[in-house]
């Protein structure tokens, strides 16, 4: 799973020096800007079904008939929820005027929100055949590289990538279900909707839980695209790229630690393996400011090299990540006061929206709008460790 998400990260930072000098800074900040919207449509339809149905499959890994009602399950209410996203995302087009303006753009890209249905990635998870989907991924990726390189001749032409990118995508989920269908002989058809509500109810803390950091990684890219500009989310964008592959790596450490650390609990060890993140974080801030300069006049030249500070600011949520995410797996979750952990999404979300309309007011730029997201980190790990000392004594 890591190395899926390492494998599309740099896909993308592959092929972004070509994208950022034919596309220009102005049309790739729209894209992302379009992209941030669209994120939002996605995560709804998934709703926080993948972790709960991934459970059940490799719960049931032997057994179709269950296999088949839990897709059934799924694609039922995500087709119910897709209808609704249809609805807002149509609303949206028709009210707001970066949306109205760039339709087709944003049709595009919001084909991608089909994949959610088409594509479960949690079964594959469920079964623990994710090389799967790193095949399919890998293979449409490589697939669309000729028709970008040949198609893309101007800024004019950014609706030809993002339609690039969602055939390919949808082109991929196809296949995906066809191996599910096929090759797994599942039989998937509609349930009925109080079976859909049901479900609904029952993953709802999943996706209140997880909503707020989605909502704030993608709402802050919204607000520097309506109150900055297009060429702002193209230098946050390239800066978020720098940072995303070491924080991506780097978060997935509490997730190969945690089941030892269960088994075996020992105070000491897990104090020195939070003391040794700390140190990995501050090591990876260092990194990014000694790198970053090189790697971004590399990845999209002299122009875009407003985002090596914005890099510096955003490396400081890999050292929250790594700390707030080790508090969290391997002192709040074993003490069962697992509501905290929403209650530090809810904190982190809105310290980040109070600083980034503080930041507005007086400074509006790029910089402070990157730096509330640190700050709201920094907050998230001071939370942590007064819980820690306060309430888990």
Known sequence: MTLLQVLNVCFYLLIYPFLIRVLGAESYGLYAFALAIVTLFIYFVSFGF???AAKKIAENAENNEVKSQVLSEVTTTKIWLELIAVSCFGALLLLAPKMASNKILFGILF????????????????????????YIQVAFKLISLPFIFWLLRSPDDVWIY???????????????????RIKEGLCIRLVPISSSLAMIRETLPFFLSNATGVIKEQGLVLIIGQFLGMSDVAIYDLANKIIIIPRTILSKLNDALFPKMMAQPDTARTKKVVHTEWLI???????????????????????????????????????????????????????GKTYYITINQLIAMLTTFAFAGFGLYFMPNV??????LALSGIIEIIFCLTILRHKLQ
């Open 50 to 52: 993948d972790l709960p």
């Open 111 to 134: 084909a991608q929100t089909i994949n959610n249905i088409l594509f479960p990635q949690w079964y594959f998870q469920g079964i623990q055949r994710m090389r799967v989907v790193t």
């Open 162 to 180: 993002a339609l690039i990118v969602s055939v390919c995508s949808v082109i991929g989920s196809l296949v995906a279900w066809g191996i599910i």
């Open 281 to 335: 974080g501050l090591l990876s801030i260092f990194l990014v400011a000694a790198l970053g300069y090189p790697a971004i006049l590399l990845l999209g030249g002299k122009t875009m090299m407003a985002s090596f500070p914005v890099s510096i600011i955003l490396s400081i949520t890999i050292l929250t990540w790594l700390v707030v995410g080790a508090m969290i797996y391997f002192y709040i979750i074993p003490s």
């Open 367 to 372: 910089y402070v709008l990157a730096g509330s």
